[in-house]
């Protein structure tokens, strides 16, 4: 059987890549509980609770078989559900680049997609921090550390987090 998802082509075979490191699985795991804790105040229409907790534990489900594109990796996983495909797609854009990609306004941007970036850019990644809430700040030393002040990953994270913080319905969830 083969994926297809825009310009990522998946073969699936028994032997798809390498095991996914112990600290992303942690990540994944963080992310998961993140949203399930806080899915009922971002008011979300699409997924369920349940879902959401699908969905987020395998945002990063694309390391398996790419490194470098494992949001299109992971859409094409997740493709059997059309919103988590769209979601999984979008989870290391930017609000910009995710209107873009799933053709919406700023302002209709699905909650879950708000949900899901809120617990990803809260959430470490990385040595002890791993899968613990760590909060914005933080988040973004730790990318910075990790990747660079001048990364993509980095300065998607700045981007992302200031969207969040002016659209976000809770003071408690700013970090």
Request: hydrophobic share 35%; charged share 25%.
């Amino acid at each position: 059987m083969i994926f297809k998802h825009s310009n990522c082509e998946i073969a699936s075979t028994p032997d798809i890549g390498y095991a996914i490191p112990s600290s992303r699985v942690m990540f994944m795991h963080g992310v998961a509980e993140y949203c399930y804790q806080y899915y009922n105040r971002f008011n979300c229409k699409h997924l369920s609770k349940e879902e959401m907790y699908l969905l987020a534990y395998n945002h990063d489900i694309g390391y398996l078989i790419n490194d470098m594109g494992h949001a299109d990796a992971s859409s094409a996983l997740l493709s059997f559900n059309p919103l988590f495909k769209d979601l999984a797609l979008c989870h290391d854009d930017t609000p910009m680049q995710a209107c873009i990609e799933l053709h919406k306004r700023p302002d209709t941007l699905p909650r879950e997609l708000l949900l899901l970036w809120s617990a990803v850019y809260q959430v470490g990644e990385f040595n002890e921090q791993a899968g613990k809430v760590i909060g914005y700040d933080a988040k973004l030393l730790e990318l910075k550390k990790h990747y660079g002040g001048k990364s993509r990953e980095y300065l998607n994270a700045v981007e992302t987090i200031r969207y969040l913080k002016e659209v976000s319905l809770d003071d408690a969830l700013r970090g």
